[in-house]
C-alpha cells in the first residue's frame, strides 16, 4: 500500500512538475464547508436561501413566450425538471455548429436567437440569470460530468493554462491561492478551492445572484490583471477547465457564498 | 419581476406557535454609495412590511437602509383559526408588493 | 536632550493624527456617533430608564461578510394580552444611520422573537431595545468584528 502510494505520488509529481500541485482528489471540497454555519443554513433553506428568488423568476421566464416564434422554452423542452435534469452537470459543452464550448448562459441565448426567434439576453441581465439559475438549479445534487466529450480536451488545456499563468500587478496565478494556499486566510476571507459547483451564485458580497465569469472577473481585477470581457473564450475555457476539475462534486445551485 | 418566497405551515393546531419566514426581492439601495464618477445613487429601500391574519395586523416592521438587499424577515404568530395570511412590503419609489397563504388550523 | 526629542515626538504624533482624523472624516461619508446613537435610542425610549436584561440579540461575532449579517433578537416573555412585548427597536453605533429596524408585535405573537439579515458598516456595537406591554424598556448589546471581503471587484 505504501509502495503503490509512493509510486502514484511519484508520478503525481513527475506529471505536474512544471506546474503548480493540482488538488488530490481526496481532499477536494466545495466552497460550502469554508464558510460559516450561518451562512451555509441560508443556502440549505429554499425559503431562506435569497437566490431562490432567481429561480423563482427563471421559472415565469421558461413558461413565457418570448420572440418572434411566440415560443416558450416549455413549448420545445416540456417540464424542466426532466428536461433540464444533468445539463447544468456536464457543461460548458462542446457546440458542433462553433466549434467551441460554449457555457449554459451562451446555450440559452443560442437556443433564443436559433429556435425563438428573439434578441440574446445580455450577460449579467437579471433575466438571463434567472434563466441559467433555474436550469441549473434542475441538476442540484448531481454530479458535475464536465470535459468528458474528447473535443474538449484542447480547450480543457487552454484553461488550466489560465489557471497556471501568473497575470496582473500582482503577478499571481488562480493556482498559486487556490491549489497551494486553499484553507489559509486572505485578509480576513478562506481561502476555497475554487470549484464552482453553485454557480450562478448568490454572493454576499454582491448582495445579489451573480454568474461563474463575473467572479473570475472579479477575480482577474483583484490581482490587478486587466479582466476578459464576458462571453470570451478564455472565460469559457477557464468555466470549462474548473467544472472539469470539479468533476464528481456534486452541483449546489444556487449556492450562497461569502 | 418582484418576487417573494414565503414559508407558512400548511397546517397547524390551535393555539400552535407558528413560525412564518419571508424573504422579498428588492435592492435595498442605501443612498450611501456613489458610481464611479462620484454621484450618489439615491436610496431605495422597502420602508415597511406588514402581515396580517384573516384581516388582522399580526406583524409589522419599519425598516432602514442597515436591512441588506432581498430582505429576509422571520416572526412568530398564534395559529388562531384557518384563513390566509396577506403579507405587504411598502418601500421608495412607489414599491408595493404583495403576497398570500393558507392555512388551515385544526 | 533626551527629553526634548520625547516632547517632540508626542506632539508631533499629536498633530499626525489629528490631520488623519481630519482626512479621514472628508474621504469617509458621514458615521454615526454614539451621540447619534443616544439620541436615536432617547427617540423610542423618552426619558425613561432602560434595563439591561430579558432580551437576547444574536449576532455572529464574527461575521463572513458586513453586507448580510444574520440577527436573531429574542425577548423573555409570556406574551399575553396582560404582558407581552410591544416593539423591539435595533441600533447600532457606526453606520452612516443609527437605526436598524423596529419590530411590532403583539399577544397574538406568541413568541416575541423576530429574525433579519442586516448590513454593517464596520466593527461596532449593535444594541436591541424591548418595550414591553407595561410600557418598561429592556435591552441587550453585543460587540461584532466585521472584516472586508479581500478582493473587491471594480463597480460593474
Given amino acids: 500500500m505504501r509502495a503503490r502510494a509512493t509510486i502514484v505520488a511519484a508520478l503525481l509529481v ?37 437566490g431562490m428568488l432567481w429561480v423563482l423568476d427563471g421559472e415565469a421566464l421558461w413558461n413565457g413566450k418570448a420572440g418572434a416564434s411566440g415560443k416558450a422554452c416549455a413549448d420545445c423542452h416540456g417540464d424542466a425538471r426532466a428536461s433540464m435534469k444533468g445539463v447544468a452537470a456536464r457543461y460548458p459543452a462542446f457546440d458542433q455548429a462553433l466549434g467551441r464550448p460554449v457555457n449554459l448562459e451562451q446555450r440559452i441565448d443560442l437556443c ?26 434542475q441538476s442540484r445534487g448531481l454530479a458535475i460530468e464536465t470535459g468528458a466529450d474528447p473535443q474538449l480536451a484542447l480547450f480543457i488545456d487552454r484553461g488550466r493554462a489560465l489557471f497556471m499563468q501568473r497575470q496582473g500587478q500582482f503577478n499571481l496565478a488562480c493556482a498559486n491561492c487556490h491549489d497551494d494556499n486553499w484553507d489559509k486566510r486572505l485578509a480576513g476571507s478562506a481561502i476555497t478551492q475554487a470549484h464552482p459547483t453553485g454557480y450562478p451564485e448568490y454572493r454576499l458580497e ?23 470581457d464576458y462571453g470570451a473564450p478564455e472565460l469559457v475555457e477557464l468555466e470549462l477547465y474548473l467544472m472539469s476539475r470539479a468533476r464528481g462534486m456534486p452541483i449546489e445551485t444556487p449556492a450562497v457564498r461569502p | 419581476m418582484a418576487s417573494a418566497l414565503i414559508n407558512v405551515p400548511k397546517r397547524a393546531k390551535a393555539g400552535e406557535i407558528i413560525e412564518i419566514k419571508t424573504l ?9 454609495r456613489r458610481t464611479a464618477t462620484g454621484e450618489v445613487i ?19 416592521a419599519d425598516l432602514f437602509p442597515a436591512i441588506a438587499a432581498n430582505p429576509f424577515i422571520t416572526f412568530f404568530t398564534v395559529a388562531t383559526e384557518s384563513g390566509k395570511l396577506d403579507f405587504e412590503w411598502i418601500g421608495d419609489e412607489g414599491f408595493s408588493e404583495t403576497a398570500s397563504a393558507s ?4 | 536632550m533626551h527629553e526634548h526629542d520625547h516632547a517632540t515626538r508626542r506632539q508631533f504624533l499629536g498633530f499626525a493624527s489629528g490631520v488623519a482624523m481630519l482626512g479621514a472624516v472628508t474621504l469617509r461619508p458621514a458615521e454615526a456617533t454614539p451621540a447619534m446613537l443616544a439620541t436615536a435610542i432617547r427617540n423610542v425610549v423618552g426619558g425613561a430608564v432602560v434595563r439591561t436584561g430579558r432580551v437576547k440579540l444574536d449576532v455572529p461575532p464574527l461575521v463572513e461578510n458586513g453586507n448580510t449579517v444574520p440577527m436573531t433578537v429574542s425577548v423573555a416573555s409570556p406574551m399575553t394580552a396582560d404582558d407581552h ?7 447600532n453605533e457606526k453606520n452612516p444611520q443609527p437605526n436598524i429596524g423596529n419590530f411590532y408585535l403583539g399577544p397574538r405573537s406568541g413568541r416575541a422573537q423576530i429574525s433579519t439579515r442586516i448590513r454593517l458598516a464596520d466593527t461596532q456595537k449593535i444594541v436591541a431595545i424591548a418595550q414591553l406591554s407595561d410600557g418598561s424598556f429592556w435591552s441587550a448589546g453585543v460587540d461584532v468584528v466585521v472584516t472586508l471581503a479581500a478582493c473587491t471587484e471594480e463597480v460593474l
Fill in chain 1, 14 to 50: 513527475a506529471a505536474f512538475a512544471a506546474r503548480a500541485a493540482e488538488i488530490p482528489q481526496a481532499e477536494r471540497r466545495s466552497g460550502f464547508s469554508f464558510m460559516t454555519s450561518d451562512t451555509q443554513s441560508m443556502q440549505n433553506e429554499d425559503t431562506a436561501n435569497p
Fill in chain 1, 112 to 137: 433564443r436567437s436559433q429556435h425563438q426567434q428573439a434578441t440574446p439576453l445580455a450577460y449579467e441581465s437579471r433575466e438571463l440569470l434567472a434563466l441559467t439559475t433555474f436550469v441549473a438549479q
Fill in chain 1, 206 to 228: 454582491w448582495q445579489s445572484l451573480g454568474s461563474l465569469q463575473r467572479r473570475l472577473r472579479g477575480c482577474i481585477t483583484g490581482v490587478r490583471a486587466q479582466a476578459y
Fill in chain 2, 24 to 32: 422579498m426581492s428588492h435592492i435595498m439601495e442605501t443612498g450611501y
Fill in chain 2, 42 to 60: 439615491p436610496r431605495d429601500i422597502i420602508t415597511s412590511f406588514a402581515c396580517r391574519y384573516n384581516g388582522v395586523e399580526i406583524f409589522r
Fill in chain 2, 103 to 106: 392555512i388551515t388550523v385544526e
Fill in chain 3, 85 to 91: 412585548v410591544k416593539s423591539i427597536h435595533v441600533f
